[in-house]
């Protein structure tokens, strides 16, 4: 199979584990010591997008309490034309700051006249996912590759500006100086094909403070 097209239910957890310890000593330091890959996805496309256009640049505590306002004052399915008929008043009552309405107004804009369709995007590769949803204002590389990790449960998907997948990278694998984009691809395509998976062990490192071994 396309490694772009591998998803979650593919292949089993021991399978994606084994493989990334086979492939770098490291990782597979990691993986032992956590112990755990739970990485779950799924959703509807169209609700995802507005989450990750509501979520941005916020706690997670404040944008959770925001979107509950938003679903509150929709009252409906989470669809393109139920969100287009709330008001930019209904939107700010709900805390979606101004830019945000704008994002999301052209998201549903796009969405109902048919320039971006969303029923069958899980069928394409990753790097034609990407292209389509980043025409949407609002929705850049990181938040295309979110919906694919996070959504579609794609396997092999790299967030090269993830500030905490590149921070845990580089305090577990002890990089000195400048963390480039080249020294993370070296050392992430090792993982292939499950690169969403050895991102996904190292956001856990950070989420529970692994301490860096010794050894």
């Known amino acids: 199979m396309d490694p772009e097209l591998l998803e979650l239910g593919h292949v089993s957890t021991e399978e994606i584990l084994s493989g990334l310890s086979a492939r770098d000593h490291v990782m597979g330091e990691l993986v ?4 755990y890959f739970r990485l779950k996805a799924g959703g509807d496309h169209f609700e995802s997008l507005v989450q990750a256009i509501i979520y941005q640049q916020i ?3 404040a944008a959770d309490s925001i979107y509950n306002k938003f679903l509150k004052k929709l009252s409906s399915p989470v669809t393109p034309e139920n969100v287009e008929r709330l008001s930019d008043l209904d939107l700010r009552s709900s805390g979606v700051s101004p830019q945000k309405i704008r994002y999301l107004r052209d998201l549903c804009s796009r969405i ?3 320039e971006l ?3 069958g995007i899980g069928s394409l590769p990753n ?3 990407i292209r389509k949803l980043t025409i949407v204002k609002g929705i850049g590389i990181w938040s295309a590759q979110m919906f694919l990790i996070f959504t579609l449960g794609r396997l092999n998907v790299l967030p090269l500006n993830d500030i905490g997948f590149r921070n845990s990278l ?17 050392i992430a395509s090792k993982w ?10 190292l956001w856990e490192c950070e989420n529970t403070k692994l301490p860096v071994s010794n050894s």
């Open 32 to 35: 032992g010591r956590i112990g």
């Open 59 to 61: 706690s997670g505590k």
């Open 112 to 114: 109902i006249s048919g």
């Open 117 to 119: 369709i969303l029923n």
């Open 127 to 129: 790097s034609e996912i």
């Open 170 to 186: 580089k305090k577990h694998y002890s990089i000195k100086g400048e963390l480039t984009d080249r020294k993370i691809t070296k």
């Open 192 to 201: 292939a094909p499950y690169m969403s998976a050895g991102v996904w062990i």
